[in-house]
């Protein structure tokens, strides 16, 4: 029997941006140099919760993730299980720290982009929309609401990048993105599994919780997928507005 929940997060980051829309205060870095690139990323997970929309930083405290279908078995035989999320909101990615950051060289098609992270307390809430046929004694066919938590949450992703030239400058164009994540902890409520069976829905709940490591392994496929497709929409808008020779300072420029 499976009985499913899947995690969708969104994380954006943005490492620099143009002097004109940042604070005095956020400095730029030079090419390469991942202490201070890591540091300015922090900085602006900080101050910047509810995003910076003219150069494509999306808000960190609530994010919106798109419709998912992240089970579509074929409808048919003894053995079948359908599973769709909606409207899903996150909550908890303005806590985030970036740990490490390697790349962004002067040249950035020259080595990959790695950006690691953690999340201490990550909040999930939407609708799930479940149908299903277990062998011959159980039907699923419910719709409610659902809750899940991740404690010490932690990714990382590799970015493999090209560049395109508009203006006369460069901007970054992502062509591969690699998620990775970990958790020490998952715990998920799915209200309403068997309508007509407060008793059974609540023994589902205790069985996912209780064997929380098996769904999320199992789930990993599907998982890496949507956060592939969520971290490309949120680091994307940051490349295409902000040009790559404007996040660094150039040979030129000092450190103010």
Not at 34 to 52: H, S, V, W, Y
Not at 117 to 133: T, V
Not at 187 to 205: G, R, V
Request: charged share 25%; net charge neutral; aromatic share 14%.
């Amino acid at each position: 029997m499976r009985k499913l929940l899947i995690v969708l997060i969104g994380l954006q980051l943005t490492l620099s941006s143009e002097c004109s829309i940042l604070p005095q205060h956020i400095k730029k870095c030079r090419f390469g140099n991942t202490t201070c690139i890591r540091d300015i990323a922090n900085a602006l997970i900080r101050n910047f919760p509810k995003g910076i929309p003219s150069v494509g930083l999306k808000p960190l405290d609530v994010v919106h993730v798109k419709d998912t279908v992240l089970i579509d078995d074929r409808q048919e035989g003894v053995l079948w299980y359908f599973f769709q999320l909606l409207n899903q909101i996150n909550y908890g990615f303005e806590n985030t720290t970036i740990i490490d950051i390697k790349g962004f060289d002067e040249d950035p098609t020259s080595s990959k982009i790695i950006i690691k992270g953690q999340i201490p307390r990550l909040i999930y809430k939407g609708i799930y929309k479940a149908m299903g046929r277990l062998l011959w004694m159980v039907r699923i066919n419910s719709t409610g609401e659902s809750e899940s938590e991740f404690l010490n949450f932690r990714f990382d992703f590799t970015l493999k990048v090209q560049t395109e030239y508009r203006n006369g400058k460069r901007y970054l164009k992502i062509y591969q993105l690699v998620p990775n994540v970990y958790v020490d902890r998952w715990i998920q409520w799915l209200e309403n599994f068997f309508p007509e069976n407060t008793d059974l829905t609540i023994a589902m709940n205790r069985i996912f919780n209780a064997n929380w490591v098996e769904f999320w392994n199992e789930l990993e496929k599907p998982i890496l997928e949507v956060f592939t497709s969520v971290f490309l929409s949120m680091i994307e808008d940051i490349f295409y507005n902000v040009s790559y020779d404007d996040m660094f300072l150039s040979n030129n420029e000092n450190v103010n």
